[in-house]
């Protein structure tokens, strides 16, 4: 027997209805979000358990003062939205997260990066900071507040709910205060770090008692470039040196080389007492693969770019660096304080700047502007 209808609608008729009330509920939303003044606006952080340790794009929400179904349902941050410009590499995006990271939490500020440095830096490392929408940026009227590539005690007191970092920071000065919760921001993936851990422990062979020590060539287009800023990229002398330093010191040391400029590495470094390795059989790697490499070394010996600075600041070990390698009337120097870049504990070499002195001052280009 037929049960009774209990609806006069019949199913295509019932949702048309509903498909049709649907679109004009968001129409009605889309039009109310987009007359609603920026000071309402407020950011919620979805917890994602799936994926811990990695920043999640926050999503926009309205909230009333009168309401608290949100509140109870979503984080509100009302201590004011701060970011940074996201510009650069690798090691540029990182000195800009930790600056930022730092800085908002000693102002007492909630802190978002942008999803371009969250492509950069989430692939690599467990970082937290959720992921400021796009769509969400473009609403805040933003203070900027540039910033100098040192600490400076103002910065403790920046005023300005909703203020963006910019320039290119990197000095440990910023953050050496919490150095413990930027190493866990930066700490990787398991499967970088099994990755990288296998491939020393291949390089280590039947050996006993060795010591990895992590050289980063930076080339490039610093070849190029540190001449028309009146200063050097390391030569060949400079990394004998520093090689040197930890064969004395140490029994067995392995030398891992990564570059961005192996070929010269090969035809400059000694690879004769076979403890030279260079990182991809000799062929340039990733970035990523090499800087994981760097980080899980003992020690570092570093050349310029903060690329090596912060596969020494996160090896941790004895870190040695290319030491005035610019003309005392560089622009560099302008811009940069050498005790704001190397810690104190860390080992300067001093380049060899007879390349410069022998060189005409018309011979010595000027820097682009």
């Not at 984080?75 to 996201?86: A, E, Q």
């Not at 290319?322 to 302008?334: E, G, M």
Request: one cysteine or more.
């Amino acid at each position: 027997m037929d049960l009774p209808q209990r609806c006069s609608f019949s199913q295509p008729a019932l949702l048309f209805f509903l498909y049709f009330f649907s679109l004009l509920s968001l129409s009605a939303f889309l039009h109310l979000y987009d007359k609603m003044p920026y000071q309402q606006w407020r950011i919620s952080v979805k917890n994602v358990s799936n994926f811990p340790g990695r920043g999640q794009p926050a999503s926009l929400i309205t909230t009333n003062t009168t309401c608290n179904s949100s509140r109870s349902s979503s984080k509100i941050i009302d201590s004011g939205i701060w970011t940074v410009n996201s510009a650069g590499r690798f090691g540029n995006q990182m000195g800009q997260y930790a600056t930022l990271y730092a800085l908002a939490k000693m102002n007492g500020h909630q802190a978002y990066i942008y999803p371009a440095m969250h492509k950069y830096l989430s692939p690599m490392f467990r970082i937290t900071l959720p992921v400021l929408h796009a769509e969400v940026a473009k609403k805040i009227r933003w203070k900027n507040f540039h910033l100098h590539n040192w600490m400076s005690e103002s910065y403790k007191h920046i005023k300005g709910k909703y203020v963006r970092l910019t320039g290119y920071p990197w000095s440990y000065t910023f953050f050496q205060h919490i150095r413990q919760e930027i190493l866990q921001q930066f700490s990787f993936h398991d499967h970088i770090k099994e990755e990288a851990n296998q491939y020393l422990q291949e390089l280590r062979g039947k050996r006993q008692e060795v010591t990895y020590v992590g050289v980063h060539v930076r080339r490039g287009d610093y070849v190029h470039v540190m001449p028309s800023w009146k200063g050097v990229v390391a030569d060949r002398g400079y990394l004998e040196k520093a090689m040197n330093y930890f064969r004395e010191k140490y029994p067995n040391p392995i030398f891992v080389v990564t570059s961005n400029g192996m070929e010269w590495c090969k035809e400059n470094i000694n690879a004769s007492r076979g403890d030279v390795y260079f990182s991809g059989d000799g062929r340039e790697s990733s970035p990523g693969r090499d800087f994981a490499l760097l980080a899980h070394c003992n020690h570092t010996i570093m050349t310029i770019g903060t690329f090596g600075l912060w596969a020494g600041y996160l090896a941790g070990g004895k870190t040695i660096y290319l030491a005035n390698y610019t003309l005392p009337d560089s622009p560099v120097r302008k811009r940069f304080k050498p005790s704001a870049i190397f810690l104190p504990e860390w080992i300067g070499i001093p380049a060899d700047l007879s390349p410069l002195l022998s060189k005409k001052p018309s011979q010595v280009q000027k820097p682009e502007a």
